[in-house]
């Protein structure tokens, strides 16, 4: 890392990241005067592509959550037919074959599948050497979160923890990074065996939504929470909307053995977008 990488991962250990995040998504979430002002500077900044936007106009946001979660114009991001298909827009962090439970995070970096997932090693050994790939949303992505795949959900858990930005050089310089911070772990069950996609929280990053159960961390608790969808018929198909980022951030997800055969032009740090090839095509399971 350089000493700028360094020095930046170091003021976020003495940052109050709680207090900032809770006073941004306050101020993201509600109507003000200056909002047209500041989405015109934010657009400008990162160079977001309003002509992909269903409503392109920046003035027509009544808050800067409704810009940051704006919805794309149909057909924009069509849906690969694969086994699995990007479920956002943005860049690839890392991705690959899980190592008995450990993740690879970055050089010298790796966390288990049981801290992800928030302490339930059984549902952890599910994905013992299976695969997962890691996604990073960046400010000028589109930022709701799609299906890589059909799924049925059964179990979503909210994780309480820590507020770390989650860019390149933090997850480079903070160990554990996406098992540190705060998350919601979503469950689902495919025809191929179960999968899990992981919401990852960060510095200013408001909250987190899904389209089942509405905003999910507000407010703020200090204990893990779950909800069993055991009787009810939650089905989602590749590609649909599942979820969103109120201010951006990661997606981590597993999957079972045996180990997927990944899109062979993927490479960390590459770009990915929405519903493009993420695995072609399922691997055999074993007799």
Known sequence: ???????????????????????????????????PWVIARFIEKYRVDMGEALDSDPTHYATFNDFFTRALKPGMRPIADAALV????????QFGEIDNDQIFQAKGHHYTTTALVGGDARLAAQFAHGSFATLYLSPRDYHRIHMPCDGRLL??????????SVNPATARGVRGLFARNERVVCVFESAHGPFVLVLVGA??????AT??????NAPRVAQVREWRYDDERIALRRGEEMGRFLLGSTVVMLFPPPRLAFNPAWQPGGAVRLGEVMVPAWAPRSA
């Open 155 to 164: 179990r979503m858990i909210h994780v309480p923890g820590s507020l770390f």
């Open 1 to 35: 890392m350089s000493f700028s990488e360094r020095l930046s991962v170091s003021s976020q250990h003495l940052l109050p990241k709680q207090a900032l995040t809770s006073f941004a998504g306050w101020v993201a979430g509600r109507p003000h005067r200056l909002t």
């Open 86 to 93: 990007s479920p956002v827009d943005g860049a690839i962090s």
């Open 211 to 216: 389209v089942w159960h509405g905003v999910i």
């Open 203 to 208: 510095t200013i990053v408001g909250s987190m």
